[in-house]
């Protein structure tokens, strides 16, 4: 069963949250058409595949800031008894192991690429400001030597107004 899904349906389901790009669990369970509680549970059953740098469970203050992303009230927790798990690339590839269905895996394998596709863009938009940078350095330490130039220019101005020494041979009569 090969599911195809829009990259702006899964883009749009990744957080920045604790310096990691993550996604929630609700989500995941959503793409892999499965329920939370189900997601959840093969996770608790496979605690150990789950470091905490893949797989972390949201704080109070971390789930407020993600709620107040959406208009909604305080006192609705949008469907949420407990505070969502938050996954991160390495998480969401380790939910293969633990999620057998062909849907998920095939929505899995998006995800992964998706991931993979963000990480090159991100290298080459850190290449392409390295060498902007680079080039920013090289106009800039050219520019201090023109100042430079320009700066003796003046001084060779100013003092051409006064009477010069005459320099040269001086021959004794």
């Known amino acids: 069963m090969e599911v195809r899904l829009a990259e702006e349906v899964i ?5 920045y949250i604790r310096g990691y790009k993550v996604m929630l669990d609700r989500d995941l369970a959503e793409l892999y058409g499965v329920e939370t509680k189900y997601l959840k549970r093969q996770v608790k059953r496979n605690a150990e595949r789950f470091p905490d740098d893949f797989m972390f469970e949201l704080k109070q203050k971390e789930f407020i800031e993600w709620r107040s992303q959406f208009v909604t009230s305080k006192k609705d927790k949008m469907g949420l008894r407990y505070f969502p798990y938050a996954f991160t690339e390495d998480g969401v590839a380790q939910l293969s192991t633990v999620l057998n269905s062909k849907r998920a895996i095939s929505v899995n394998i998006q995800i992964i690429r998706l991931f993979s596709k963000m990480r090159k863009m991100l290298l080459t938009h850190k290449d392409i400001l390295l060498k902007l940078e680079q080039l920013e350095n090289y106009v800039a330490d050219h520019s201090k030597e023109i100042r430079h130039i320009f700066d003796v220019l003046k ?19």
């Open 11 to 15: 883009v749009s389901k990744i957080y």
């Open 155 to 173: 001084q060779l101005l100013q003092s051409s107004n006064e009477p010069r020494k005459r320099i040269g041979f001086k021959v004794k009569k």
